[in-house]
């Protein structure tokens, strides 16, 4: 099978410019919009343990469950089930990162710890099953299981670990935004002017959006003695949800060639 036909037959999107910027408005989403039900509506935010966290990630859970069932369905790309998956991903990946920092009392650090060995353990699995982990591949059942899964564990881990920087370590949301947002620079800097392997620069900028979504997302509705602006969860969730609806009809979406082809992967 030729590229081109490899490409057709991905159910991930052309990843261009516009790609990433659906996907940290995606990310940004996620956050806001679990802080809307987890701790706007049930309060989890005033009481770690009032069940608040574990019954947002209840219900975020079983979007996401639905949301993959339906992309796999999918015989062919539709860019609209696509980024309601990424959004479902990381709306769950919110509340459980959360649940496990607060309510299970693990912390940022050790949280950030464990999704990490997670989500290498899910990229070693896919590779050691299909041979890469190229998105390039992503056009069968089997491996949208990984992809999605990895996707989870990775959206999971970045709201722990934007959080731990904003928080733990006391850089406050913007500072913790600002460094994320240079290190996604600086990947793209290497993209261009190096050899590094695509699929590699390719899973580590998708990682690093999410850590810079989640502080977006906590710099618009945190108050403001917290460094936040104090916009209410529901109202910011609504607007980064029409603009990102607004993005994914402008700017083509189509599935196509991505970092690193599948040959490629097959030889590092």
Same mark, same amino acid.
């Given at each position: 099978?030729?590229?081109?036909?490899?490409?057709?037959?991905?159910?991930?999107?052309?990843?261009?410019?516009?790609?990433?910027?659906?996907?940290?408005?995606?990310?940004?989403?996620?956050?806001?919009?679990?802080?809307?039900?987890?701790?706007?509506?049930?309060?989890?935010?005033?009481?770690?343990?009032? *069940?608040?966290?574990?019954?947002?990630?209840?219900?975020?859970?079983?979007?996401?469950?639905?949301?993959?069932?339906?992309?796999?369905?999918?015989?062919?790309?539709?860019?609209? =089930?696509?980024?309601?998956?990424?959004?479902?991903?990381?709306? =769950?990946?919110?509340?459980?990162?959360?649940?496990?920092?607060?309510?299970?009392?693990?912390?940022?650090?050790?949280?950030?710890?464990?999704?990490?060995?997670?989500?290498?353990?899910?990229?070693?699995?896919?590779?050691?099953?299909?041979?890469?982990?190229?998105?390039?591949?992503?056009?069968?059942?089997?491996?949208?299981?990984?992809?999605?899964?990895?996707?989870?564990?990775?959206?999971?881990?970045?709201?722990?670990?934007?959080?731990?920087?904003?928080?733990?370590?006391?850089?406050?949301?913007?500072?913790? %935004?600002?460094?994320?947002?240079?290190?996604?620079?600086?990947?793209?800097?290497?993209?261009?002017?190096?050899?590094?392997?695509?699929?590699?620069?390719?899973? %580590?900028?998708?990682?690093?959006?999410?850590?810079?979504?989640?502080?977006?997302?906590?710099?618009?509705?945190?108050?403001?003695?917290? *460094?936040?602006?104090?916009?209410?969860?529901?109202?910011?969730?609504?607007?980064?949800?029409? =603009?990102?609806?607004?993005?994914?009809?402008?700017?083509?979406?189509?599935?196509? =060639?991505?970092?690193?082809?599948?040959?490629?992967?097959?030889?590092?």
């Amino acid at each position: 099978m030729n590229e081109a036909a490899k490409a057709t037959l991905s159910k991930v999107p052309e990843v261009t410019l516009g790609f990433w910027i659906i996907k940290i408005l995606a990310t940004t989403i996620g956050e806001t919009g679990g802080d809307a039900v987890t701790m706007s509506l049930l309060h989890a935010d005033k009481n770690a343990h009032n *069940g608040g966290y574990l019954i947002g990630t209840g219900i975020f859970m079983g979007v996401f469950i639905a949301a993959v069932i339906a992309q796999i369905a999918m015989k062919k790309f539709h860019p609209f =089930v696509y980024w309601l998956t990424i959004v479902a991903t990381t709306t =769950v990946g919110t509340t459980m990162a959360d649940f496990a920092d607060r309510s299970l009392g693990i912390g940022y650090a050790g949280g950030s710890a464990i999704l990490l060995a997670l989500l290498l353990t899910s990229l070693f699995v896919w590779r050691w099953s299909e041979g890469t982990v190229s998105v390039n591949t992503v056009a069968t059942p089997r491996v949208e299981a990984f992809y999605w899964t990895t996707i989870l564990f990775s959206q999971t881990l970045g709201t722990a670990l934007g959080d731990w920087m904003a928080d733990t370590n006391g850089l406050g949301f913007e500072n913790a %935004a600002l460094v994320f947002g240079a290190g996604l620079l600086a990947l793209a800097a290497i993209y261009y002017f190096t050899s590094v392997s695509r699929v590699f620069l390719f899973w %580590a900028a998708f990682i690093l959006t999410r850590p810079l979504g989640a502080t977006l997302g906590d710099l618009f509705d945190k108050p403001i003695d917290h *460094g936040g602006f104090d916009f209410s969860r529901t109202t910011a969730t609504t607007i980064l949800l029409a =603009v990102m609806v607004l993005l994914i009809l402008v700017i083509p979406q189509r599935p196509g =060639v991505h970092p690193g082809a599948p040959a490629e992967a097959l030889a590092e």
